[in-house]
T-cell receptor, first 113, second 113 residues
């Protein structure tokens, strides 16, 4: 069965650079979520989109932005990167209309040096 | 706000031992409750869920019962295997079908042969 696809799997950036993370949800899923998991920490919700509109917002820094496109894939844009942004970034998708729970991708490991 | 509290790890067990990982929650209304498992270097996988009081979620020998009176959702398994070694996250969402999740800190389980 198709799963949530995230790219890239690993990314190394320098401080003050920008990064773009991509997420391709499970087909027919209408909702995408982004989470940030620091080393040894629990995942923290950043932002979500339902039918290409922002549906909920968590602890997303102002330096980050995200959007969901017409094909339902989503991108998380991160600017002015800081060392503390080093983390595992997960995307999850769910079918709100289908009433399915969230399925997570493998994550993108971002390292800021 | 919503919160989830899990017992701290690591939990170290011998193969075939009984497992309990405690989880309690604070939330308004009637949240849905989940257990996710994260194997090293991988994403989060849904292990089981319960959407209303007294529901029991079960999967792969793991069980958890939604106890509204004690606001708990403890994870149990009668006989653990080495392959169960992973980090287990308890999580809640505000209601069934709404999948923005609040996670606990995670509990690492280490099972030795």
């Amino acid at each position: 069965a198709a799963g949530v696809i995230q790219s890239p799997r690993h990314l190394i950036k320098e401080k003050r650079e920008t990064a773009t993370l991509k997420c391709y949800p499970i087909p027919r899923h209408d909702t995408v979520y982004w989470y940030q998991q620091g080393p040894g920490q629990d995942p923290q919700f950043l932002i979500s989109f339902y039918e290409k509109m922002q549906s909920d917002k968590g602890s997303i820094p102002d330096r980050f932005s995200a959007q969901q496109f017409s094909d339902y894939h989503s991108e998380l844009n991160m600017s002015s990167l800081e060392l503390g942004d080093s983390a595992l970034y997960f995307c999850a998708s769910s079918g709100l209309r289908l009433n399915t729970e969230a399925f997570f991708g493998q994550g993108t490991r971002l390292t800021v040096v | 706000g919503d919160s989830v509290t899990q017992m701290e790890g690591p939990v170290t067990l011998s193969e075939e031992a009984f497992l309990t990982i405690n989880c309690t929650y604070t939330a308004t209304g009637y949240p849905s409750l989940f257990w996710y498992v994260q194997y090293p270097g991988e994403g989060l996988q849904l292990l089981l869920k319960a959407t209303k009081a007294d529901d029991k979620g079960s999967n792969k020998g793991f069980e958890a019962t939604y106890r509204k009176e004690t606001t708990s959702f403890h994870l149990e398994k009668g006989s653990v295997q080495v392959s169960d070694s992973a980090v287990y996250f308890c999580a809640l969402s505000r209601f069934s079908g709404y999948s923005t999740l609040t996670f606990g800190k995670g509990t690492m389980l280490l099972v030795s042969p």
